[in-house]
């Protein structure tokens, strides 16, 4: 009866991909483009570049951005290149969305950047329970993952929907 405790999904060599976690470990902003429209329609070149190059870049070095307009006006592209050009080395990554979209997009950006060789012929466990992601970034973690892992599945690893497992 003195049996030490074991941890048997510790023992299992299951693999765990906590997209929460890696969520947590970022930092999301926002920014928004409406207060820069002149009258609320139309952003005016000049004065849109006197903003920009007074726009303090504290708030977003390192962070995950989401550059939208919350207003229904029609902004150019050059707009968003300009932008994205501003937050370029200060910026972790720079999104066309709503801020309600951004943690899909930045779910999808680290489904990118993942080495598919640290997961060859392990046992992954693809942890999402609970994100507001939608399914794109998983639909790109399988995409990634599935040529070279044994086995993927998603949950919990105490409770697991099985994905695949290679032949």
Not at 15 to 38: C, G, I, S
Request: net charge negative; proline share 6%; with cysteine.
């Amino acid at each position: 009866m003195d049996d030490p405790i074991r941890n048997r999904i510790e023992e299992s060599g299951l693999v765990q991909l906590d997209l929460a976690a890696l969520l947590r470990e970022r930092t999301l902003r926002n920014l928004d483009l409406a207060p820069q429209l002149w009258q609320g329609l139309a952003i005016r070149e000049r004065e849109f570049r006197n903003w920009l190059k007074g726009l303090d870049l504290a708030p977003f070095e390192g962070a995950d951005v989401a550059v939208h307009c919350s207003t229904e006006a029609i902004v150019p592209e050059w707009v968003w290149m300009l932008v994205t050009s501003k937050l370029q080395g200060v910026a972790s990554s720079v999104h066309d969305c709503a801020p309600a979209g951004l943690e899909a997009a930045v779910l999808h950006r680290i489904a990118e950047e993942l080495d598919p060789t640290t997961f060859e012929g392990k046992r992954v466990v693809v942890k999402g329970c609970g994100l507001k992601s939608g399914a794109g970034p998983a639909m790109r973690i399988v995409e990634r993952l599935q040529p070279v892992v044994k086995l993927l599945m998603f949950g919990e690893p105490c409770s697991t929907v099985p994905v695949y497992k290679s032949r």
